[in-house]
């Protein structure tokens, strides 16, 4: 289950803001900042757990970044010299992924953000550089991009071939057009396709997936600038050709759903692969809360590699339509060998993102992205 910035989910009673910022990583913190000369780490504790209570997940991290203010020298230079004291060694260089960092460590970005940004840029960005080798630092380059880009992109021109694989990842994900949380960025998209370009042929898995997640979301404002990137990276040959065709098929994946030609065409499926559908309906009307249930025959005259997604198209009160795609299969059609699909899709009642409401929808099936079968079926309440 996706989580919020609440940090809420996961089932009931369930907390990650609990599960992150509770007496355990406050002491851890406590302990950290103890180094500092004239820094109390009992009054931060207490006061730090006093205040969580009330907050979210990203509450709770501005109270921590209130609570380690208040004993730090308030002239920024002095007080980013103090956050850089503290701060733990750089996460294991040895890594190659899933090392994001403990929340805990955002704060020298929240700081650096709230009594850096205006008056001394490049000395926050000077500790974002060192803070994002202990916590991802994508959410707070961000406001410097928007307040000063070209000084920005700018290192972001130099970090981009760092020896430390955290902060070349910063580079593509604080860059990303659609980051989930972060505020946006009013930097023209396209504008970081050449850090990309430096970034698919890395060694780590940690970068590669973030540069894969950045051409998605480049792929939902300028589909053909993602395709034709792609294609050149085949052509340079800079990275092992396994790992560029998982980040192709990452970096296509809204494309794939939407049906787009071209990208499915680099995957190797075709617009028009020889193929034909049967779609058949276990029944015509469903309730909600119950499912629906229906099987596909896809049948060809010719070896051909097939993507097999369903479409459900639904009716609303306002006579208004909308429709959501759903991945079904992905396997290869030969003569005489038809691919035999079963799927029962659960029409949920207690969604909290959708709402089912009775009437006539449509079910359709697409083959590399081109509708191949279409069937009604009727909603009745639950």
Same mark, same amino acid.
């Given at each position: 289950?996706?989580?919020?910035?609440?940090?809420?989910?996961?089932?009931?009673?369930?907390?990650? @803001?609990? %599960? #992150?910022?509770?007496?355990?990583?406050?002491?851890?913190? &406590?302990? /950290?900042? +103890?180094? =500092? $000369?004239?820094? !109390?780490?009992?009054?931060?504790?207490?006061?730090?757990?006093?205040?969580?209570?009330?907050?979210?997940?990203?509450?709770?991290?501005?109270?921590?970044?209130?609570?380690? @203010?208040? %004993? #730090?020298?308030?002239?920024?230079?002095?007080?980013?010299? &103090?956050? /850089?004291? +503290?701060? =733990? $060694?750089?996460? !294991?260089?040895?890594?190659?992924?899933?090392?994001?960092?403990?929340?805990?460590?955002?704060?020298?970005?929240?700081?650096?953000?709230?009594?850096?940004?205006?008056?001394?840029?490049?000395?926050?960005?000077?500790?974002?550089?060192?803070?994002?080798?202990?916590?991802?630092?994508?959410?707070?380059?961000?406001?410097?991009?928007?307040?000063?880009?070209?000084?920005?992109?700018?290192?972001?021109?130099?970090?981009?071939?760092?020896?430390?694989?955290?902060?070349?990842?910063?580079?593509?994900?604080?860059?990303?057009?659609?980051?989930?949380?972060?505020?946006?960025?009013?930097?023209?998209?396209?504008?970081?396709?050449?850090?990309?370009?430096?970034?698919?042929?890395?060694?780590?898995?940690?970068?590669?997936?973030?540069?894969?997640?950045?051409?998605?979301?480049?792929?939902?404002?300028?589909?053909?600038?993602?395709?034709?990137?792609?294609?050149?990276?085949?052509?340079?040959?800079?990275?092992?050709?396994?790992?560029?065709?998982?980040?192709?098929?990452?970096?296509?994946?809204?494309?794939?759903?939407?049906?787009?030609?071209?990208?499915?065409?680099?995957?190797?499926?075709?617009?028009?692969?020889?193929?034909?559908?049967?779609?058949?309906?276990?029944?015509?009307?469903?309730?909600?809360?119950?499912?629906?249930?229906?099987?596909?025959?896809?049948?060809?005259?010719?070896?051909?590699?097939?993507?097999?997604?369903?479409?459900?198209?639904?009716?609303?009160?306002?006579?208004?339509?909308?429709?959501?795609?759903?991945?079904?299969?992905?396997?290869?059609?030969?003569?005489?060998?038809?691919?035999?699909?079963?799927?029962?899709?659960?029409?949920?009642?207690?969604?909290?993102?959708?709402?089912?409401?009775?009437?006539?929808?449509?079910?359709?099936?697409?083959?590399?992205?081109?509708?191949?079968?279409?069937?009604?079926?009727?909603?009745?309440?639950?």
């Amino acid at each position: 289950m996706a989580r919020g910035p609440d940090g809420k989910g996961g089932g009931a009673g369930f907390s990650l @803001a609990d %599960q #992150l910022f509770n007496a355990d990583s406050i002491g851890q913190m &406590a302990a /950290e900042y +103890a180094v =500092l $000369p004239g820094f !109390d780490p009992e009054l931060f504790r207490s006061t730090a757990l006093a205040g969580m209570a009330s907050r979210g997940l990203l509450e709770r991290l501005d109270f921590l970044a209130d609570c380690v @203010a208040n %004993q #730090l020298p308030q002239d920024f230079p002095a007080m980013a010299g &103090a956050l /850089e004291a +503290a701060m =733990l $060694p750089p996460l !294991d260089p040895t890594r190659t992924d899933d090392d994001f960092g403990k929340f805990i460590h955002a704060v020298p970005g929240i700081l650096a953000v709230r009594h850096g940004l205006e008056d001394h840029r490049d000395r926050a960005l000077d500790l974002i550089y060192s803070a994002t080798q202990r916590f991802s630092m994508e959410f707070y380059i961000r406001p410097f991009l928007n307040r000063w880009p070209d000084e920005t992109l700018a290192r972001l021109d130099r970090w981009v071939s760092d020896d430390n694989y955290h902060v070349r990842r910063l580079v593509s994900e604080g860059t990303r057009p659609r980051l989930p949380w972060a505020r946006n960025i009013t930097l023209d998209p396209l504008v970081p396709l050449r850090y990309l370009d430096a970034l698919h042929g890395d060694p780590t898995r940690y970068v590669t997936r973030s540069v894969a997640n950045h051409m998605n979301d480049i792929s939902k404002i300028a589909p053909d600038s993602v395709v034709g990137r792609l294609h050149a990276w085949r052509s340079g040959g800079r990275q092992q050709a396994r790992e560029l065709d998982w980040m192709t098929r990452h970096a296509l994946r809204t494309a794939v759903k939407r049906g787009e030609a071209p990208a499915l065409a680099l995957l190797g499926y075709a617009a028009d692969a020889p193929v034909e559908v049967a779609l058949k309906l276990g029944t015509e009307r469903v309730a909600v809360g119950e499912l629906l249930r229906f099987a596909v025959a896809v049948t060809g005259d010719a070896d051909c590699a097939v993507i097999v997604d369903y479409r459900i198209v639904f009716a609303r009160p306002d006579g208004r339509s909308g429709e959501k795609v759903f991945k079904l299969k992905t396997g290869k059609v030969k003569p005489g060998i038809p691919l035999m699909l079963e799927k029962a899709h659960r029409l949920k009642g207690d969604a909290t993102t959708f709402r089912w409401h009775p009437g006539t929808h449509a079910l359709v099936v697409q083959v590399n992205g081109v509708d191949r079968a279409r069937t009604m079926f009727e909603v009745v309440p639950g």
